[in-house]
């Protein structure tokens, strides 16, 4: 639900290694393992498949790397893949990839990059912050995936997997702990239970307490910003028979955030020195459930359903003009609730032709628990106060499927589509500065999007292919403000155009992917002032395509005891005509600025030719680490990373004046680690140049990036 009139936002840059890493090992011989790359599978198009010869634009960690390197939140992984930034700006967290994502944060405008957990479909921008513990993979899909992930992921798609239990695996797992500058204490963990021959579970938790980056004065300020978090997750995996797989994982998250300090964008303070006369806090609490039940029919078509429920509260409240000299705050707190249910049928992997067949559903359902949004001078009068309340229930259906073909001389032909149906509806009442407005409208949606590709093979060490593919985000609600009822917003469309080559060389020492993609990017939705009436905001769609092209690069090497990963991404981006006027600037006409034909003036800007908002035009990260063994086998393993931003715009207005422009970032990370049998010891530094940076924007606040930290982990297997 918009409240404010213009979200900014941008990436938040945090600890992570930098490259690709494998999800998944094949089998490997004695002589082989550890000294080559090993293969790397997605399970992104509900089977099994190497990353290597499947046509899609991926990068892909396992989950012992994210515990090597410390990557524990959302926020850590901007520099494993090309075109990746994450906006973090306190209550919400969105993904951006290629520029395509999510710009504008309110319930209504739905993700452009969908996050998955265990194979459920998470919530859309918000609880983001759930760490990262006990992970099996991350798969990063970058481009539109219009056949498999849904409507909304006109970006790309980010699938977390957590460790599975294992039947008669024996009680195996892992304890690890951390102590660090800022009081920094945390402990994660994790063991396998075998139950019987044919059930076992596995129970994982994570716990940490962290005091503020920030020194926060003024009077009743809350909290500062200190972090405590709790989290659990118990698996069970039952498995009677060979033909039947039945999984079942619950997770209950914790997360006092400890609100997140913020001061003006154009303020010459030190910005980790904070003024406030409001009491901010941010916590978050939620449950996800998922159940997913594989049969295997005699013929080898696997029957699959995956149900989920996930429920969450959300409290947040803070300073909206981050000083100590006003009184302008805001605050919401909102439950969500998600039911999903996904049915596949899926052939058997080999054969001349394979498919898969799908349906799913989803309901979500926002309640805005009663409450003041946002709250003016003086404070305590109806006349400076904006409250909202009420339910805006969501719904998904769909059905998709994917044929294969294996062709003549090793290339392949894939076709895939899905049909969407999506639904909106708001029963809001608005109490706007004395005003009451009651809000009850829907909207609606479908379309088909998808997905055709010619892959070629041309021998086991090089895979080429080439594919046009669709995306469709649905439109969505503006909240009335005092003129009647805006028109929703529509539907955004994307087309994307890729090639790609993938390659294996120097007897499996090193692996590489290369891709070029083009986007013609329709209807991206932005808030901007109401044509007629520009001293209210609302949300449209942008009258012309926006064009997106670039490149892309990885590699990956090993070549025994050194090893390196890398990335590269370079993009482009140009808006379509578009006219507009930036809400936040002094209205000085009060003529109509149309967004398809102006016409131009002083107040209404030619957005046109401008670069897409959170696009930056470079991306680079290289990592490299070199194993030294000592006595009694063990060994001690530098490794050092660097990461590169380069600047970027947080809105189409480009106004450097307003703080638009956010900076290049480099950022150097490193770890030493000692491992001793079944102990590892690592002494860690992030942001090793204490470079301060602005991570987000929003609201005429800025949001900065961590700080340098550093401290010493331990971890034990067994």
């Given at each position: 639900?918009?409240?404010?009139?213009?979200?900014?936002?941008?990436?938040?840059?945090?600890?992570?290694?930098?490259?690709?890493?494998?999800?998944?090992?094949?089998?490997?011989?004695?002589?082989?393992?550890?000294?080559?790359?090993?293969?790397?599978?997605?399970?992104?198009?509900?089977?099994?498949?190497?990353?290597?010869?499947?046509?899609?634009?991926?990068?892909?960690?396992?989950?012992?790397?994210?515990?090597?390197?410390?990557?524990?939140?959302?926020?850590?992984?901007?520099?494993?893949?090309?075109?990746?930034?994450?906006?973090?700006?306190?209550?919400?967290?969105?993904?951006?990839?290629?520029?395509?994502?999510?710009?504008?944060?309110?319930?209504?405008?739905?993700?452009?990059?969908?996050?998955?957990?265990?194979?459920?479909?998470?919530?859309?921008?918000?609880?983001q912050e759930e760490p990262y513990y006990d992970i099996s993979s991350v798969e990063i899909l970058r481009g539109p995936q219009g056949t498999f992930v849904g409507q909304n992921a006109t970006g790309g798609a980010?699938?977390?997997?957590?460790?599975?239990?294992?039947?008669?695996?024996?009680?195996?797992?892992?304890?690890?702990?951390?102590?660090?500058?800022?009081?920094?204490?945390?402990?994660?963990?994790?063991?396998?239970?075998?139950?019987?021959?044919?059930?076992?579970?596995?129970?994982?938790?994570?716990?940490?307490?962290?005091?503020?980056?920030?020194?926060?004065?003024?009077?009743?300020?809350?909290?500062?910003?200190?972090?405590?978090?709790?989290?659990?997750?118990?698996?069970?995996?039952?498995?009677?028979?060979?033909?039947?797989?039945?999984?079942?994982?619950?997770?209950?998250?914790?997360?006092?955030?400890?609100?997140?300090?913020?001061?003006?964008?154009?303020?010459?303070?030190?910005?980790?020195?904070?003024?406030?006369?409001?009491?901010?806090?941010?916590?978050?609490?939620?449950?996800?459930?998922?159940?997913?039940?594989?049969?295997?029919?005699?013929?080898?078509?696997?029957?699959?359903?995956?149900?989920?429920?996930?429920?969450?509260?959300?409290?947040?409240?803070?300073?909206?003009?981050?000083?100590?000299?006003?009184?302008?705050?805001?605050?919401?707190?909102?439950?969500?609730?998600?039911?999903?249910?996904?049915?596949?049928?899926?052939?058997?992997?080999?054969?001349?032709?394979?498919?898969?067949?799908?349906?799913?559903?989803?309901?979500?359902?926002?309640?805005?628990?009663?409450?003041?949004?946002?709250?003016?001078?003086?404070?305590?009068?109806?006349?400076?106060?904006?409250?909202?309340?009420?339910?805006?229930?969501?719904?998904?259906?769909?059905?998709?499927?994917?044929?294969?073909?294996?062709?003549?001389?090793?290339?392949?032909?894939?076709?895939?589509?899905?049909?969407?149906?999506?639904?909106?509806?708001?029963?809001?009442?608005?109490?706007?500065?004395?005003?009451?407005?009651?809000?009850?409208?829907?909207?609606?949606s479908n379309g088909v999007t998808g997905k055709v590709a010619l892959n070629w093979t041309i021998d086991p060490h090089n895979f080429v292919y080439a594919f046009v593919a669709t995306g469709e985000r649905p439109?969505?609600?503006?909240?009335?403000?005092?003129?009647?009822?805006?028109?929703?917003?529509?539907?955004?469309?994307?087309?994307?155009?890729?090639?790609?080559?993938?390659?294996?060389?120097?007897?499996?020492?090193?692996?590489?992917?290369?891709?070029?993609?083009?986007?013609?990017?329709?209807?991206?939705?932005?808030?901007?002032?109401?044509?007629?009436?520009?001293?209210?905001?609302?949300?449209?769609?942008?009258?012309?395509?926006?064009?997106?092209?670039?490149?892309?690069?990885?590699?990956?090497?090993v070549f025994g005891d050194f090893s390196f990963d890398a990335g590269l991404g370079l993009m482009h981006s140009q808006i379509g005509t578009f006219y507009a006027i930036d809400p936040r600037q002094p209205i000085?006409?009060?003529?109509?600025?149309?967004?398809?034909?102006?016409?131009?003036?002083?107040?209404?800007?030619?957005?046109?030719?401008?670069?897409?908002?959170?696009?930056?035009?470079?991306?680079?990260?290289?990592?490299?680490?070199?194993?030294?063994?000592?006595?009694?086998?063990?060994?001690?393993?530098?490794?050092?990373?660097?990461?590169?931003?380069?600047?970027?715009?947080?809105?189409?207005?480009?106004?450097?004046?307003?703080?638009?422009?956010?900076?290049?970032?480099?950022?150097?990370?490193?770890?030493?680690?000692?491992?001793?049998?079944?102990?590892?010891?690592?002494?860690?530094?992030?942001?090793?140049?204490?470079?301060?940076?602005?991570?987000?924007?929003?609201?005429?606040?800025?949001?900065?990036?961590?700080?340098?930290?550093?401290?010493?982990?331990?971890?034990?297997?067994?």
């Open positions: 639900m918009r409240i404010q009139t213009l979200c900014l936002s941008a990436s938040v840059l945090a600890l992570t290694w930098c490259g690709v890493a494998s999800a998944q090992t094949a089998p490997a011989s004695d002589k082989d393992k550890g000294t080559t790359v090993q293969e790397v599978v997605v399970t992104a198009e509900r089977r099994t498949s190497n990353l290597q010869t499947t046509p899609i634009s991926a990068t892909v960690i396992s989950g012992n790397n994210l515990i090597k390197d410390g990557v524990l939140t959302v926020d850590s992984l901007q520099f494993i893949a090309p075109g990746l930034t994450i906006n973090n700006f306190g209550q919400g967290t969105d993904f951006n990839i290629r520029g395509i994502g999510k710009a504008e944060h309110n319930s209504q405008t739905t993700v452009g990059v969908i996050t998955y957990r265990d194979g459920v479909a998470t919530f859309p921008g918000y609880f980010v699938f977390i997997t957590s460790n599975n239990p294992v039947i008669n695996g024996g009680n195996h797992g892992y304890i690890a702990g951390q102590v660090g500058n800022y009081d920094d204490g945390a402990l994660q963990g994790a063991i396998n239970l075998p139950i019987s021959d044919t059930l076992a579970a596995r129970v994982a938790f994570n716990g940490e307490s962290r005091d503020s980056f920030y020194t926060v004065t003024g009077p009743n300020h809350g909290d500062p910003g200190n972090l405590r978090e709790g989290s659990v997750r118990l698996g069970v995996l039952w498995k009677p028979t060979n033909a039947l797989s039945v999984l079942f994982k619950t997770d209950y998250n914790y997360l006092d955030l400890g609100a997140y300090p913020a001061d003006p964008y154009n303020s010459t303070e030190n910005p980790f020195h904070v003024t406030a006369n409001f009491p901010a806090e941010a916590v978050d609490k939620f449950v996800r459930s998922d159940l997913k039940i594989d049969y295997v029919l005699p013929g080898g078509i696997t029957l699959r359903s995956i149900s989920g429920y996930q429920f969450g509260n959300t409290l947040y409240h803070t300073d909206l003009d981050g000083t100590s000299a006003s009184n302008f705050t805001f605050g919401d707190q909102v439950t969500e609730e998600i039911h999903s249910e996904e049915l596949n049928i899926i052939s058997p992997s080999t054969g001349p032709i394979t498919w898969i067949l799908g349906g799913y559903y989803q309901s979500d359902k926002y309640d805005f628990l009663p409450g003041e949004f946002f709250i003016g001078e003086p404070a305590g009068s109806p006349f400076t106060s904006y409250t909202l309340q009420g339910t805006n229930p969501e719904q998904t259906t769909a059905a998709f499927g994917q044929i294969s073909f294996a062709l003549p001389a090793n290339f392949q032909l894939q076709v895939g589509a899905r049909y969407s149906d999506s639904r909106t509806t708001n029963h809001v009442t608005v109490d706007q500065f004395g005003l009451p407005i009651v809000d009850e409208q829907s909207a609606s439109g969505g609600l503006n909240v009335p403000v005092g003129i009647g009822q805006p028109a929703p917003f529509g539907p955004e469309h994307v087309t994307e155009y890729e090639v790609g080559w993938k390659a294996g060389m120097l007897d499996g020492h090193l692996r590489t992917q290369l891709d070029a993609y083009y986007n013609n990017y329709q209807d991206f939705q932005v808030i901007i002032a109401y044509p007629f009436f520009p001293t209210f905001g609302f949300e449209l769609n942008a009258p012309q395509p926006t064009k997106i092209y670039g490149l892309e690069a990885q590699a990956e090497g000085i006409s009060v003529n109509p600025c149309l967004p398809a034909t102006g016409p131009a003036s002083s107040s209404c800007i030619d957005l046109g030719g401008k670069q897409q908002t959170y696009a930056p035009n470079f991306t680079f990260n290289i990592g490299a680490q070199y194993i030294f063994r000592v006595a009694d086998g063990d060994t001690i393993t530098p490794r050092l990373n660097y990461g590169h931003v380069s600047d970027q715009w947080a809105t189409l207005f480009e106004n450097s004046a307003l703080g638009d422009h956010i900076g290049e970032r480099n950022i150097f990370n490193s770890t030493i680690a000692w491992a001793h049998g079944s102990i590892v010891g690592t002494l860690y530094g992030t942001n090793l140049t204490n470079e301060q940076y602005v991570g987000a924007l929003n609201s005429g606040l800025r949001f900065m990036g961590p700080p340098r930290q550093f401290g010493v982990r331990l971890m034990k297997t067994f």
